[in-house]
């Protein structure tokens, strides 16, 4: 534990803090990206914003935008980044861009005919596209708008518990016929099995049902804004042609109300970042599905994440005398690569007819990824980002890994507590570790999953690595 005086400082020179938020909803028509079949918007029931939170310790700012995408790929975060540094004079290290994770978005994937798809978009296109540039453009105005808006502030962090909406969705089934892959083997584990089916065994992996927050105010108490981290995936119940910000932009109003913070000027701004959610979603496997109207599941959860909040919010000490620190580092690591049986088996599979007899409903998809992948580079390098905000911990990770790491990571900071923001500065796909690796599933298939099977080893050693340098000395 950290001698708790350090992490503060006597002579602080005002803690300052501002937000904003920037629409970046697309036009109609714009392609939304969540699942296998990408389809065209003919709806808007909520529009897509970055939110923005902005804090200053006098002697250095950091920015944290958060964005109504399901994620953003490293090329549109760079130049929001770059902008942002451009424009407002905050390095590039010192911002945190991060998908919020609806599937109900726009996609911020590069255009062209591979670039729709989950996991695919593995050609690198040099120009960003017209989406691409308003999305960086506008978490760069929202910085702006945000320091424009900076005012002497105080900040605390609290935590609160809702195990009842997060579940683990990999399992131990007991059918074969349940665990087959696209490659023409059998997984240990099933991604998203039938609800309340006897195939059902045990979640392979365990939930993170903690929600952390911090929570900004003006001296006088009045709500700036309130960050929240919960590790759960979208929720959906969403029309397939329409856009939402799914919970998360629910969650920002449902805050904004519960806090009765609506007519203020500066506005108040409610951020909703994703947690190490890469194996947990929404559904109770266990229960018969309740049939939900649209829009009706992503409200309860919003209105329970926020309901929690207010509760704990009540213990939360807000102080004006924190200091920040930021760490940023590049990882490379090496590349998910098919095996030569993998690819004279992806071909096998092209090449057989329409209408032919598969072993996996998704086998042709994932054998034009196979052979895809063959041409990819060895190694990808990532960008890694921690911060230390007083005595709370935060670390960024262009992923999406699984609760498990989370937790670990969690257990072996070194502050009073910490949290993960995933799919943060970049998207490199699922980071599961290597024992679940073992056990296979969607989020293991390569095509799917593109870092290699000791990546997240590694990245959690980087990222304590990162921590253990932001703490103060006593
Ligand atoms: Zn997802």
Same mark, same amino acid.
């Given at each position: 534990?950290?001698?708790?005086?350090?992490?503060?400082?006597?002579?602080?020179?005002?803690?300052?803090? /501002?937000?904003?938020?920037?629409?970046?909803?697309?036009?109609?028509?714009?392609?939304?990206?969540?699942?296998?079949?990408?389809?065209?918007?003919?709806?808007?029931?909520?529009? !897509?914003?970055?939110?923005?939170?902005?804090?200053?310790? /006098?002697?250095?700012? =950091?920015?944290?935008?958060?964005?109504?995408?399901?994620?953003?790929?490293?090329?549109?975060?760079?130049?929001?980044?770059?902008?942002?540094?451009?424009?407002? /004079?905050?390095?590039?290290?010192?911002? !945190?861009?991060?998908?919020?994770?609806?599937?109900?978005?726009?996609?911020?994937?590069?255009?062209? &005919?591979?670039?729709?798809?989950?996991?695919?978009?593995?050609?690198?296109?040099?120009?960003?596209?017209?989406?691409?540039?308003?999305?960086?453009?506008?978490?760069?105005?929202?910085?702006?708008?945000? =320091?424009?808006?900076?005012? &002497?502030?105080?900040?605390?962090?609290?935590?609160? %518990?809702? @195990?009842?909406? $997060?579940?683990?969705?990999?399992?131990?089934?007991?059918?074969?016929?349940?665990?087959?892959?696209?490659?023409?083997?059998?997984?240990?584990?099933?991604?998203?099995?039938?609800?309340?089916?006897?195939?059902?065994?045990?979640?392979?992996?365990?939930?993170?049902?903690?929600?952390?927050?911090?929570?900004?105010?003006?001296?006088?108490?009045?709500?700036?804004?309130?960050?929240?981290?919960?590790?759960?995936?979208?929720?959906?119940?969403?029309?397939?042609?329409?856009?939402?910000?799914?919970?998360?932009?629910?969650?920002? /109003?449902?805050?904004?109300? %519960?806090?009765?913070?609506? *007519?203020?000027?500066?506005?108040?701004?409610?951020?909703?970042?994703?947690?190490?959610?890469?194996?947990?979603?929404?559904?109770?496997?266990?229960?018969?599905?309740?049939?939900?109207? @649209?829009?009706?599941?992503?409200?309860? $959860?919003?209105?329970?994440?926020?309901?929690?909040?207010?509760?704990?919010?009540?213990?939360?000490?807000?102080?004006?005398?924190?200091?920040?620190?930021?760490?940023?580092?590049? !990882?490379?690591?090496?590349?998910?690569?098919?095996?030569?049986?993998?690819?004279?088996?992806?071909?096998?599979?092209?090449?057989?007819?329409?209408?032919?007899?598969?072993?996996?409903?998704?086998?042709?998809?994932?054998?034009?990824?196979?052979?895809?992948?063959?041409?990819?580079?060895?190694?990808?390098?990532?960008?890694? %980002?921690?911060?230390?905000?007083?005595?709370?911990?935060?670390?960024?990770?262009?992923?999406?890994?699984?609760?498990?790491?989370?937790?670990?990571? *969690?257990?072996?900071? &070194?502050?009073?507590?910490?949290?993960?923001?995933?799919?943060?500065?970049?998207?490199?796909?699922?980071?599961?570790? @290597?024992?679940?690796?073992?056990?296979?599933?969607?989020?293991?298939?390569?095509?799917?999953?593109?870092?290699? $099977?000791?990546?997240? $080893?590694?990245?959690?050693?980087?990222?304590?690595?990162?921590?253990?340098?932001?703490?103060?000395?006593?």
């Amino acid at each position: 534990m950290v001698p708790a005086a350090a992490l503060w400082s006597a002579e602080a020179r005002g803690f300052r803090a /501002g937000a904003a938020r920037g629409d970046i909803t697309p036009e109609l028509g714009t392609m939304i990206v969540g699942g296998f079949a990408p389809i065209q918007a003919r709806h808007i029931h909520d529009p !897509l914003f970055v939110r923005t939170l902005v804090l200053d310790d /006098g002697r250095q700012k =950091i920015a944290f935008a958060i964005c109504d995408n399901l994620g953003l790929p490293r090329e549109v975060c760079d130049e929001a980044r770059r902008l942002t540094a451009e424009r407002t /004079g905050i390095p590039a290290s010192h911002v !945190l861009v991060a998908g919020t994770h609806t599937h109900s978005a726009g996609s911020a994937r590069p255009s062209g &005919p591979s670039a729709e798809r989950p996991g695919g978009a593995l050609i690198a296109s040099t120009e960003l596209n017209a989406y691409q540039r308003m999305i960086a453009r506008r978490v760069a105005d929202t910085v702006q708008v945000a =320091i424009n808006r900076l005012a &002497p502030a105080r900040m605390g962090w609290g935590a609160a %518990q809702l @195990p009842g909406q $997060v579940f683990n969705r990999r399992w131990l089934v007991q059918s074969e016929a349940l665990r087959r892959n696209p490659f023409g083997g059998l997984d240990k584990v099933r991604m998203n099995p039938p609800v309340a089916s006897p195939e059902l065994l045990q979640p392979a992996g365990p939930t993170d049902p903690e929600i952390v927050f911090l929570s900004v105010q003006s001296t006088t108490g009045r709500p700036i804004a309130l960050l929240a981290n919960y590790a759960l995936h979208y929720v959906g119940g969403v029309p397939a042609a329409d856009i939402s910000a799914d919970y998360y932009g629910a969650f920002a /109003g449902r805050i904004e109300e %519960q806090l009765s913070a609506e *007519k203020q000027d500066p506005p108040f701004v409610g951020i909703m970042s994703n947690g190490t959610s890469g194996d947990i979603n929404n559904i109770d496997f266990r229960a018969k599905r309740t049939p939900r109207a @649209p829009y009706e599941a992503m409200r309860v $959860v919003a209105n329970e994440v926020a309901t929690e909040i207010v509760g704990a919010l009540k213990q939360v000490r807000h102080r004006d005398d924190l200091t920040l620190d930021v760490r940023a580092r590049e !990882l490379t690591l090496g590349a998910r690569r098919p095996t030569a049986e993998m690819l004279a088996r992806a071909r096998e599979v092209l090449a057989q007819p329409a209408g032919a007899t598969a072993w996996h409903p998704n086998e042709k998809i994932y054998a034009e990824r196979v052979l895809q992948m063959a041409d990819a580079p060895n190694e990808l390098t990532i960008p890694l %980002q921690t911060f230390r905000i007083g005595d709370l911990g935060i670390a960024a990770v262009p992923c999406e890994p699984f609760a498990e790491i989370g937790l670990e990571l *969690k257990a072996t900071s &070194p502050f009073a507590k910490a949290f993960t923001i995933e799919i943060a500065n970049g998207y490199f796909g699922y980071l599961p570790t @290597p024992a679940q690796h073992q056990l296979g599933g969607y989020e293991t298939w390569i095509g799917t999953n593109r870092l290699e $099977v000791d990546a997240s $080893v590694k990245i959690v050693a980087a990222l304590r690595e990162m921590w253990a340098e932001m703490v103060p000395p006593p």
